[in-house]
């Protein structure tokens, strides 16, 4: 890849006493056979078998579903280019070759008490004509993304969304259907564990989104499913120091966190580039039925318009 460091093999297997070369060279061995498969490190193959829990058949369906869903999703995993792209610019308002985005997604420093990875999420403009839905979830993954690539595998994550600028006019910009393409990726294809699913700041309008989602959440998720008015549920599950100082914590000022993840990903561009043309599927390839996106999600046309009253 390219001006990228990249986590080691070596690092993780110092990281992980469970991490066993042997399961790894059972899946280079099978991903020979997955000819539709693009070549992937030692490194790579890990995040699969950690995030699987080192049991090889589920990491296998993780794989699959991780590049084929990469693949047959461009609204998520295509132009990801902060600096040059229309698409991802419409999200964007230049001020003094500084990006502000209408959404903010970090991954913030420091962790819980469990050492669990916290990636929070917040609007930063208000104003609903400014969000792009698919272009939230592009900035979320591209996020994770250089994340997981350069820091490798870790205990578990969390997602915080602070939902404090949401509001009907955001709704009736959500689509069902990348909705229920975001939420399949999450549960199925991201290698990272998944430990917590958090909305913060809470009011009436998040009912409707909760019922939107809800239909797209396996019970897993569910479970580890939480909403939350105010800090003092939060605070069960998350230090507040780690926070944003807007919203109680200590981790340093929102648009400063926001700049310094901005610059990231834009430094990163020809990895971003470098991925796109080289770590997806080739369906000619593929040893079975060839996919395509109605094979994973089903006919856009079978859900109805949202409308908001």
């Not at 591209?142 to 205990?155: A, F, K, P, Q, V």
């Not at 959500?174 to 999450?186: A, D, E, G, Q, R």
């Not at 479970?223 to 926070?243: A, G, K, Q, R, Y």
């Amino acid at each position: 890849m390219a001006s990228i460091k990249l986590v080691s093999f070596e690092e993780e297997l110092k990281k992980n006493p469970e991490l066993k070369e042997s399961d790894i060279q059972i899946l280079r061995e099978w991903c020979k056979k997955q000819t539709h498969l693009p070549k992937m490190s030692d490194s790579e193959l890990t995040l699969f078998l950690h995030s699987n829990y080192y049991q090889l058949e589920p990491t296998k369906i993780t794989i699959d579903t991780f590049f084929t869903v990469r693949t047959h999703v461009p609204e998520f995993f295509c132009n990801r280019d902060l600096i040059n792209d229309k698409e991802v610019k419409k999200a964007t308002k230049t001020v003094t070759n500084d990006f502000i985005i209408d959404r903010t997604t970090q991954i913030l420093e420091g962790t819980t008490r469990e050492g669990h990875t916290i990636i929070y999420g917040r609007l930063i403009d208000s104003e609903p004509s400014y969000f792009v839905h698919s272009d939230v979830v592009k900035l979320l993954f591209m996020t994770i993304d250089l994340w997981l690539y350069t820091e490798g595998t870790c205990n578990g994550h969390i997602l915080i969304v602070d939902m404090k600028n949401v509001s009907l006019g955001h709704v009736a910009r959500l689509s069902p259907v990348t909705l229920k393409k975001f939420f399949y990726y999450l549960q199925e294809g991201l290698p990272v564990r998944l430990k917590g699913f958090h909305l913060t700041n809470v009011s009436p309008v998040v009912d409707i989104i909760f019922n939107m989602i809800k239909p797209f959440m396996k019970k897993q998720l569910l479970d580890m499913f939480h909403m939350h008015s105010t800090n003092d549920t939060l605070e069960n599950f998350v230090p507040l120091e780690v926070l944003p100082n807007e919203v109680g914590g200590q981790a340093g000022p929102m648009q400063e966190l926001h700049d310094k993840q901005m610059k990231k990903l834009a430094d990163h561009v020809a990895w971003f580039k470098e991925d796109e043309a080289n770590h997806r599927i080739n369906e000619s390839l593929r040893p079975d039925k060839t996919k395509i996106a109605t094979d994973l999600f089903g006919v856009e046309g079978s859900f109805k318009k949202l409308e908001i009253d």
